[in-house]
């Protein structure tokens, strides 16, 4: 019985070192950490029978290919995994998921275009990561957001054309960064890489040679040399369109909005609607060239230079009406809230009611006018038409002459 119990507690203390990759070479570091040493061992996967306790598992310089989500099953307590000059090329969702001691992990000089960024949430104690010399083309803007204690990142020598904006945000350990040997794009969607290197206190290794590659006027220049006169965030003002021009008969008011922009690229221009029943959003014109509407847009109409029109515009059209400009340096918008009433004088009746709209003086709102800058109140545009009794009574006296609608604005210009 005595043997027994000698070779029994002989084998819990040799346990860790026996159970080894017959591949890899296991031993325990001074600092107690089991180390798994399987590089340049020709392995084409990663080797089974490895031990639970391994907090150091080295496969660096062999030919693996493919990783799945039993690859590392084995090591759930790893703190360092060195996977660099293999052939990776296809990474299964869930592969590093469990890792969640692991600090460091090397991916370098594989062959990885996709890449399972979800398994990162967990990987909070994450300090080192290496991805450079892969063939990544892009990265989602969260792929880091979860990496609170990163300290170093490698992304360098990939093949990345731009970079989200807020992609290096949420990392508030990160020191080094190294994106070099890139094929950057240097449209304005990575201007704003130019601002975050201007301002961070992040190194960024070989910060020269992060190069712009197009387009063809900025190639080999500096991704942080892109000329500031070449982006320029959108300015967006809101005007209104009137029909008074004794043209317009009774039935059908049509409200007309204006929106102008300007900005480098030019900005696009988007609505969004909101009223007492419904909101819409238009992301771009919805009348073709030919004058055809989109089906599920038909009620309101926006043509390619910036005008919205709302035929037979009614109470249940008053709401808020924005117009946004967004281009790839960033958005602005404005807003008008449109409400409808009626009136036999509409103008005696605003003045009257509202003194915000004294400084108006009376006048009738033409074409193109656009609202005060200097005035107070809310962004507001009232829209009268007058109703049908005074038609009867307009038409009875001048039955030559149209009245059509009239709008009044209350408030400042809507501009950014």
């Not at 340049?40 to 080797?47: G, N, S």
């Not at 961070?200 to 290794?205: E, L």
Request: proline share 6%; charged share 20%; with cysteine.
């Amino acid at each position: 019985m005595r043997p027994l119990l000698c070779c029994l507690g002989l084998a819990m203390l040799l346990g860790p070192c026996l159970a080894c990759p017959s591949a890899c070479s296991c031993s325990t570091k001074k600092n107690g950490r089991l180390l798994a040493e399987c590089a340049y061992k020709d392995l084409q996967e990663v080797p089974k029978g490895l031990n639970s306790s391994v907090s150091i598992l080295t496969l660096s310089a062999n030919r693996i290919g493919w990783l799945g989500q039993s690859s590392f099953v084995e090591v759930p307590e790893v703190q360092s995994l060195w996977l660099g000059y293999n052939q990776i090329g296809v990474v299964e969702p869930g592969a590093f998921a469990l890792l969640v001691h692991l600090k460091n992990l090397d991916l370098s000089h594989n062959k990885i275009a996709d890449f399972p960024w979800e398994d990162l949430r967990n990987l909070s104690g994450l300090q080192i990561l290496k991805m450079n010399n892969n063939r990544l083309a892009g990265l989602p803007r969260d792929a880091f957001h979860f990496l609170k204690d990163l300290r170093s990142l490698w992304l360098n020598d990939n093949e990345l054309t731009t970079l989200a904006e807020g992609t290096f945000d949420n990392l508030p350990s990160l020191s080094q960064l190294q994106i070099f040997n890139n094929p950057f794009n240097c449209s304005c969607k990575v201007f704003w890489l130019k601002k975050w290197t201007e301002n961070t206190s992040v190194s960024i290794t070989k910060g020269g040679s992060t190069l712009c590659v197009a387009p063809s006027r900025l190639k080999g220049r500096a991704v942080t040399d892109i000329p500031d006169h070449h982006c320029v965030a959108p300015s967006v003002q809101l005007t209104y369109l009137s029909n008074l021009d004794n043209t317009v008969m009774y039935d059908g008011l049509t409200l007309t909005l204006h929106c102008s922009v300007a900005g480098s690229p030019p900005p696009e221009i988007r609505w969004r609607i909101q009223t007492s029943s419904r909101r819409v959003e238009i992301n771009g014109p919805n009348v073709a060239r030919d004058g055809n509407v989109k089906q599920s847009q038909e009620r309101f109409l926006v043509f390619k230079n910036g005008t919205m029109a709302i035929p037979n515009f009614s109470k249940e059209d008053e709401g808020i009406y924005t117009c946004l400009a967004v281009n790839d340096v960033g958005m602005r918008d404005v807003s008008v809230n449109v409400a409808l009433a009626g009136s036999e004088n509409p103008a005696e009746d605003l003045l009257r009611d509202d003194p915000q709209a004294s400084h108006l003086g009376g006048r009738s709102c033409y074409k193109g006018d656009e609202m005060d800058p200097s005035g107070a109140g809310e962004k507001l545009v009232i829209v009268y038409h007058m109703p049908r009794e005074s038609k009867s009574r307009a038409e009875g006296a001048v039955p030559q002459v149209h009245l059509g609608t009239l709008l009044l604005a209350l408030g400042i210009m809507l501009c950014c």
